[in-house]
């Protein structure tokens, strides 16, 4: 029996509209994820400095 | 084989290296009006005639090769590598006339530099140099960021089929919509939407710091496109160091983290594809490696007793680790401190982060964090398949905009290419120590310039050997266009040399 397969696709379509808003979101989600990334050398340079300063 | 090129073959790449001439020459008119309205009139005059030049050689090769052939697969690689010549030649034009530069080599090692977003600099008395070169030093890095060729295609090639060739060959190869032309406008997009974003938000922190405000809005400015394009040209020579402000290196470190991630990571998570940004293969590798040598980094520094207190700790450790991971090359540190108080664990961490990089389709350079996953995920394949029983089938599979299965070929160009680079990176080092440079030093400026970061232990300096300025500029050259188109393009000469 054939099975298909549903794929997501690659790109995403393009839309005849710019949607500003959910580009902003999506900006504000990167903001946070780098923060994110960030917080986690706060943490690091914690416990470094707890350990032998 | 690249079959011997024909008549037509030189008259398109004429032509469309032309074009991309002609739009280095309008980028320029950006540092000429910025020189009239301060009335810097000398400078005004330098662009001026720079752009008559851009102008004369872009408009003069597309009269001289007209030809209704279109742009093919092998033309627009070369014409991606040759145009970064071209425009290095013709565009070190103003800061050569400046005076600033002490020979025309050291001007070409800085627009080279500006372009492939690496940051090193020869120029001299950075901190007296007119409002105008300043703007130009930057617009050629946030230029480079989105590559010349990008422009090129947003404006002037018009959706001819070969430009997808010229966009490969710039070191790109996502098309974030199913037209090039559109993937290259949806780049600009999320460039200035940030460019605006990222420069209001500098301009707070200096107003904060007292900067007057126009002066604050040109340094907001210039520090976002160095830091956006992880090129790390700033307006000061003390670089970040200069603000001594601890929201700058917030704002500058959530910049060039956000410039080294994928265009097409930017794209899906703008456009409501939101948990890709934790489920990428490019930006988990990112969070791993830059967490792994952060923890060497402030280990070994917190046990040298470099810094006094944990805050100092972080903000020196994290924020040069972090720019020498995106390759931006912002520092807080002066450039000897890499020697004379990181040590060698600290100078050898930054020189593994550097040598990783930053995400493909992005501003930055190096191996790039996708081929570091990818190889990653190859080798635990590997492991599994060798402790499964003979029956199994064992499949990895990586996350990149979707589920990706690790072909064998896929894995096969990721070594490639980061052979070609770990190559490179070894060749620069040597050749550090055969100008008479430790080892250490010779590896970090080395890797800095072909990875296109810009951080430096003190070796780039205009009294360094010309020799090594050349290698640094093909290093430069090599590392942002990630070999293929520049390979292409050595192809076209031999196959010109040879007949065939």
Same mark, same amino acid.
Request: proline fraction near 3%; charged fraction near 15%.
């Given at each position: 029996?054939?099975?298909?397969?549903?794929?997501?696709?690659?790109?995403?379509?393009?839309?005849?509209?710019?949607?500003?808003?959910?580009y902003?979101?999506g900006?504000?989600?990167?903001i946070? !994820?780098?923060? !994110?990334?960030? =917080?986690? =050398?706060?943490v690091?340079? !914690?416990?470094?400095?707890?350990?032998?300063? | 084989?690249?079959?011997?090129p024909?008549?037509?073959?030189?008259?398109?790449i004429?032509?469309?290296?032309? @074009?991309?001439l002609?739009?280095?020459?309008?980028?320029?008119?950006?540092?000429?009006?910025?020189s009239?309205?301060?009335?810097?009139?000398?400078?005004?005059?330098?662009?001026l005639?720079?752009?008559? +030049?851009?102008?004369?050689?872009?408009f003069?090769?597309q009269?001289m090769?007209?030809?209704? @052939?279109?742009?093919?697969?092998?033309?627009?690689?070369?014409? +991606?590598?040759g145009?970064?010549?071209? &425009?290095?030649?013709? *565009?070190?034009?103003?800061?050569y #006339?400046s005076?600033?530069?002490?020979?025309y080599?050291?001007?070409?090692?800085?627009?080279?530099?500006?372009?492939?977003?690496?940051?090193?600099?020869?120029?001299?008395?950075?901190?007296?140099?007119?409002?105008?070169?300043?703007?130009?030093?930057?617009?050629?890095?946030?230029?480079?960021?989105?590559g010349?060729? $990008?422009?090129?295609?947003?404006?002037?090639?018009k959706?001819?089929?070969?430009?997808?060739?010229?966009?490969?060959?710039?070191?790109?190869?996502?098309?974030l919509?199913p037209? $090039?032309?559109?993937t290259?406008? +949806?780049?600009?997009?999320?460039?200035?939407?940030?460019?605006?974003?990222?420069?209001l938000?500098?301009?707070?922190?200096?107003?904060l710091?007292?900067?007057?405000?126009?002066?604050?809005?040109?340094? /907001?400015?210039?520090?976002?496109? *160095?830091?956006?394009?992880?090129?790390?040209f700033?307006?000061q020579?003390?670089?970040?160091?200069w603000?001594?402000?601890?929201?700058h290196?917030?704002?500058?470190?959530?910049?060039?983290?956000?410039?080294?991630?994928?265009?097409?990571?930017?794209?899906?998570?703008?456009?409501?594809?939101?948990?890709?940004?934790?489920?990428n293969?490019?930006?988990?590798s990112? &969070?791993?490696?830059?967490?792994?040598?952060?923890?060497?980094a402030t280990?070994?520094l917190?046990?040298?007793? $470099?810094?006094?207190?944990?805050m100092?700790?972080?903000? @020196?450790?994290?924020?040069? #680790?972090?720019?020498g991971?995106?390759?931006?090359?912002? /520092?807080?540190?002066?450039?000897?401190?890499?020697?004379?108080?990181?040590?060698?664990?600290?100078?050898?961490?930054?020189?593994?982060?550097?040598?990783?990089?930053?995400?493909?389709?992005?501003?930055?350079?190096?191996? @790039?964090?996708?081929? $570091?996953?990818?190889?990653?995920?190859?080798?635990?394949?590997?492991?599994?398949?060798?402790?499964a029983?003979?029956?199994?089938?064992i499949?990895?599979s990586?996350?990149?905009?979707?589920?990706?299965?690790?072909?064998?070929? &896929?894995?096969?160009?990721? #070594?490639?290419?980061?052979?070609?680079?770990?190559?490179?990176? /070894?060749?620069?080092?040597?050749l550090g120590?055969?100008?008479?440079?430790?080892?250490?030093?010779?590896?970090?400026?080395?890797?800095?310039?072909?990875?296109?970061?810009?951080?430096?232990?003190?070796?780039?300096?205009?009294s360094?050997?010309?020799?090594?300025?050349?290698?640094?500029?093909?290093?430069?050259?090599?590392?942002?266009?990630?070999?293929?188109?520049?390979?292409?393009?050595?192809?076209? *000469?031999? /196959?010109?040399?040879?007949?065939?």
């Amino acid at each position: 029996m054939e099975r298909t397969e549903r794929v997501e696709p690659r790109i995403p379509p393009m839309t005849a509209r710019s949607n500003w808003g959910g580009y902003a979101r999506g900006m504000a989600v990167e903001i946070l !994820f780098i923060l !994110f990334i960030i =917080g986690a =050398g706060v943490v690091l340079a !914690f416990v470094a400095a707890e350990l032998w300063l | 084989m690249i079959v011997r090129p024909r008549r037509d073959d030189h008259l398109v790449i004429g032509k469309y290296t032309g @074009k991309v001439l002609v739009g280095v020459g309008l980028l320029m008119v950006v540092p000429f009006v910025t020189s009239l309205v301060f009335a810097e009139w000398d400078t005004a005059v330098d662009f001026l005639i720079s752009m008559m +030049a851009c102008f004369m050689f872009g408009f003069g090769a597309q009269a001289m090769c007209r030809t209704t @052939k279109e742009l093919g697969w092998t033309h627009g690689l070369v014409v +991606a590598s040759g145009s970064w010549i071209w &425009a290095t030649l013709i *565009g070190c034009l103003p800061l050569y #006339l400046s005076g600033h530069e002490g020979s025309y080599l050291d001007a070409m090692f800085d627009v080279m530099s500006g372009y492939t977003t690496t940051g090193l600099y020869l120029l001299q008395d950075l901190d007296h140099i007119s409002h105008g070169l300043n703007m130009w030093r930057h617009v050629l890095t946030y230029a480079g960021g989105q590559g010349i060729v $990008v422009i090129a295609l947003t404006f002037l090639f018009k959706g001819t089929a070969g430009a997808y060739s010229v966009y490969v060959g710039e070191g790109r190869d996502e098309r974030l919509l199913p037209n $090039v032309v559109h993937t290259a406008r +949806a780049i600009w997009l999320v460039s200035i939407a940030y460019l605006g974003a990222g420069t209001l938000a500098l301009w707070v922190s200096a107003l904060l710091l007292g900067q007057e405000p126009v002066r604050a809005f040109l340094h /907001s400015l210039w520090v976002f496109m *160095g830091a956006w394009s992880t090129g790390g040209f700033a307006p000061q020579s003390y670089n970040t160091m200069w603000y001594h402000s601890l929201p700058h290196e917030l704002i500058t470190s959530i910049i060039f983290i956000a410039g080294s991630f994928n265009f097409a990571l930017h794209w899906a998570v703008w456009t409501g594809r939101r948990r890709e940004i934790v489920r990428n293969v490019e930006t988990v590798s990112f &969070a791993v490696t830059l967490t792994l040598f952060v923890l060497v980094a402030t280990f070994w520094l917190a046990k040298a007793g $470099v810094y006094p207190d944990a805050m100092a700790l972080f903000r @020196k450790a994290f924020y040069q #680790l972090a720019s020498g991971h995106t390759t931006t090359g912002f /520092s807080t540190i002066y450039s000897r401190a890499f020697v004379t108080q990181w040590g060698t664990a600290g100078l050898l961490a930054v020189t593994a982060v550097m040598g990783i990089g930053a995400s493909a389709c992005s501003t930055g350079g190096g191996i @790039k964090g996708i081929r $570091v996953g990818m190889i990653f995920k190859s080798l635990v394949a590997e492991v599994r398949r060798m402790v499964a029983p003979r029956s199994a089938v064992i499949r990895e599979s990586y996350h990149h905009l979707r589920e990706n299965w690790l072909e064998d070929d &896929a894995v096969k160009s990721a #070594l490639m290419v980061t052979v070609l680079y770990v190559f490179m990176y /070894s060749v620069a080092g040597l050749l550090g120590t055969f100008f008479g440079y430790d080892l250490p030093s010779a590896l970090f400026e080395g890797v800095s310039a072909g990875s296109n970061t810009g951080l430096s232990c003190g070796l780039t300096s205009p009294s360094m050997p010309d020799a090594l300025k050349c290698f640094y500029i093909v290093f430069m050259w090599l590392g942002r266009l990630e070999f293929m188109s520049v390979f292409a393009l050595l192809g076209y *000469g031999i /196959s010109i040399a040879r007949g065939r």
